[in-house]
């Protein structure tokens, strides 16, 4: 079962990823794919980097992250991940990644999904999110296969 089943009312927006050497690569073949798959929409073109988020650390932050793009505009694609990539340093690992997510609006909350609690590693799924009174809750599901 996908997360958004289990509970129809987390919402996870649309997002594709590419690797930095596909990016290298073949650069128009990256921009087609976001422009057939968001068209007009606005995006953000956000970093995922192989050492970004770790067993032993996170680097939640470290990187470039560029709203409100339109996808449908190649050059401001073209600047939004190269900014990203810039970001990952002068030579960027095979496994860094950039996605682009849908942008999103009247959010009533946001959080964070886990597939292990990040206090000890236990195999749960922990759903840590914040609503707009500004208080963080925590919801930890016991990791049945079914989700």
């Known amino acids: 079962m996908r997360v958004g089943e289990f509970d129809s009312s987390i919402f996870i927006p649309d997002f594709e990823f590419f690797s930095a050497s596909d990016w290298l690569i073949d650069r128009d073949a990256q921009l087609a794919t976001l422009r057939e798959r968001f068209g007009g929409q606005l995006v953000a073109v956000r970093s995922s980097a192989s050492d970004e988020d770790g067993a032993h650390s996170s680097m939640a932050g470290a990187y470039t992250s560029v709203l409100n793009v339109f996808a449908s505009d190649p ?8 900014q ?37 590693g236990a195999p ?13 809750h925590r919801l930890v599901l016991l990791k049945t296969g079914q989700i």
């Not at 749960?124 to 963080?136: C, D, G, K, Q």
């Open 75 to 82: 050059q401001a694609m073209i600047s939004a991940v190269e």
């Open 84 to 120: 990203v990539l810039t970001s990952y340093g002068s030579t960027p690992n095979a496994g860094d990644q950039v996605l682009i997510q849908s942008m999103i609006t009247e959010i009533d909350a946001a959080g964070v999904i886990t597939t292990h609690c990040v206090d000890d």
């Open 124 to 136: 749960y799924y922990v759903i840590i999110f914040r609503l707009l009174s500004l208080a963080y």
